[in-house]
């Protein structure tokens, strides 16, 4: 099928030109290119920092709040005033009433997808004359694991064996290192309450996270609340997972309106972690903006040039029955076949990184470099390069269209 008379024109220019427009095509590529790759970079780091946070932490925290002392009296009146002196915190323990309660209350949310109790409890960790500040998390072992994936960080021994044994703990590879223990080793545990327990030592981690490996150890429910000279009924903080984590800001917000306790999301938490995030990714959309910018300027530029060589032509063209929207059309074309053509070369660049760097394994507790392969993000590269290119053909194909042809014979 023979292509119309505009494109065959636009073709003739550009391979009359060919350098030229090779040139403006790598401009939209190596732009196309760098937006990928630097925003699938990105995303990919946010992704593993993000998987990395929730090995620890919850979506979601129920847990009681300190308050604030009060007076004892209220003002009778509005010229009466209240002096408290030194106000302190008020909160005699920590302790959830009914715990159990009010996690079937929240498994009854569809958005929720587990839930746990657990007792946490600041703590010393003694091998002979060896000691080091710790803190501990009574948990339901399995629980914990469906919600942190604890198993995934495990470098030696079972949690299983932590499921059926109350004097059992799995502490944190630096915990290990330096009080020299390791699997089967017994080490002894002082609370804060100074209750002292000798517990066997059923499972090392590492998180890759060297406060959380130096200090954290998981220990049953019934070994915490016992540190904590507690009944068994004593919890410190429920923990909830739900399906869409970047909406645990507003289911928080749902399930405050039922709890009875302080609902604090991961989102809240860690505000200033996730503006970080975003800063930093609006800086890379800046410079892959601007990286466009130029390449559109070379588009830009080549047309303005092509244009002032074939005013002749355009005078002909006009004079044989071509009007001005012929004209737009003819150099139109152009502009999107070398949009085209960078943008599809940019895409291909982009999506070789991402193949290339995914296959470089770093090391542990990393493994394989956190690039994340996204279809949108390709998609989002590809339809602005396309527009960019189309943006900086119309402008000098507008001059063209409204050259007149007379002027040009007289000349």
């Known amino acids: 099928m023979k292509a119309p008379v505009n494109v065959e024109i636009a073709l003739t220019h550009i391979f009359t030109r060919k350098k030229q427009m090779l040139i403006a095509a790598l401009g939209v590529t190596i732009g196309i290119a760098l937006y990928i790759f630097s925003n699938s970079l990105m995303k990919g780091f946010t992704k593993y920092s993000r998987n990395e946070m929730f090995k620890t932490m919850p979506h979601i925290k129920v847990f009681k709040e300190d308050e604030i002392s009060k007076p004892l009296l209220a003002s009778t009146n509005s010229q ?122 059923v499972g090392i981690f590492s998180t890759g996270n060297k406060s959380t490996d130096e200090q954290k150890a998981y220990l049953h429910t019934t070994a915490a609340q016992q540190l904590a000279k507690e009944s068994a009924n004593y919890a410190t903080d429920i923990y909830v997972s739900v399906h869409n984590p970047d909406s645990s800001l507003v289911y928080a917000a749902k399930l405050q309106q039922i709890m009875p306790y302080k609902v604090e999301d991961w989102q809240t938490t860690n505000a200033d972690i996730l503006a970080t995030d975003k800063i930093r990714m609006i800086m890379n959309n800046v410079v892959a903006l601007a990286m466009m910018m130029v390449a559109a300027f070379g588009i830009y530029n080549i047309l303005n040039m092509t244009i002032s060589q074939k005013l002749n032509d355009i005078a002909i063209l006009k004079a044989v029955g071509f009007s001005g929207k012929d004209i737009i059309k003819i150099f139109v074309t152009e502009a999107l076949i070398m949009g085209v053509v960078g943008t599809l070369i940019g895409l291909g660049i982009g999506a070789i990184l991402i193949e290339i760097l995914s296959r470089v394994y770093i090391g542990k507790p990393i493994g394989y470099f956190p690039i994340y392969y996204n279809l949108n993000t390709f998609l989002v590269g590809g339809s602005f390069g396309l527009l960019v290119s189309l943006g900086a053909g119309y402008l000098p194909a507008r001059k063209a269209a409204s050259v007149d042809p007379v002027e040009i014979f007289r000349k």
């Open 80 to 201: 009466s005033l209240t002096v408290i002196r030194n106000p302190r915190m008020t909160t005699l323990s920590k302790s959830l009433v009914n715990p159990y309660a009010l996690i079937k209350t929240i498994q009854q949310e569809k958005y929720v997808r587990n839930v746990t109790a657990q007792v946490n409890i600041d703590f010393f960790y003694s091998n002979g004359k060896t000691q080091l500040k710790g803190m501990g998390s009574g948990v339901n072992i399995l629980e914990a694991d469906a919600m942190f994936s604890i198993q995934s960080t495990l470098l030696a021994g079972s949690l299983q064996d932590l499921a059926h044994n109350q004097n059992a703990i799995v502490i944190g590879k630096g915990i290990a290192e330096k009080m020299n223990v390791g699997i089967d080793d017994n080490i002894t545990v002082t609370s804060s309450r100074g209750v002292v327990k000798n517990m066997k030592i």
